[in-house]
């Protein structure tokens, strides 16, 4: 991992990791740690976590970028971005990107089929496509 910042004007006010795997949240917690590219970093290990957390904020408390696995038990990462498309919340303010070990190019078509989602990444997050991600989207 990087030990030097990510020099940045302006750091995302809040980015959310939604994963079921407390390794890759962890790991991915300290790459964005270690770029100095957020305020916030909120982590939840499931789809449904998520989902009520999100609902529990108003809209302006939205995170700007939401990190999010495919493959998890219960409400996976299809079913969160199905109810996240309920919520109406636009691209211009909530950027999605699929954060994930799929190497299924269905996956990947199945993912930028929501206007929502601007990225599909392979795990692990490293320093270079984190800094590319951001740099490109914000």
Same mark, same amino acid.
């Given at each position: ?8 004007? +302006?750091?995302?006010?809040? %980015?959310?990791?939604?994963? !079921? ?6 790991y ?8 100095n ?5 909120? %982590? ?13 904020l ?23 971005? !199905? ?5 109406? %919340?636009?691209?211009? +303010?909530?950027?999605? %990107? ?13 993912? +930028? ?26």
């Amino acid at each position: 991992m990087q030990t030097k910042p990510m020099d940045m004007s +302006r750091k995302l006010n809040s %980015i959310l990791l939604i994963d !079921d795997n407390e390794f890759d949240n962890y790991y991915h917690e300290k790459v964005i740690q270690n770029n100095n590219i957020a305020e916030n970093i909120v %982590i939840k290990s499931s789809g449904a976590d998520a989902i009520a957390y999100l609902k529990s904020l108003t809209a302006d408390a939205f995170p700007e970028l939401i990190l999010l696995d495919i493959n998890m038990p219960g409400m996976n990462g299809w079913d969160v971005l !199905d109810e996240y498309e309920k919520m109406g %919340i636009s691209g211009d +303010r909530t950027k999605v %990107i699929m954060l994930t070990t799929s190497i299924d190019p269905d996956d990947e078509k199945k993912a +930028r089929s929501y206007a929502f989602v601007f990225d599909f990444i392979i795990k692990p997050l490293s320093d270079e496509t984190l800094i590319e991600s951001i740099s490109k989207y914000f």
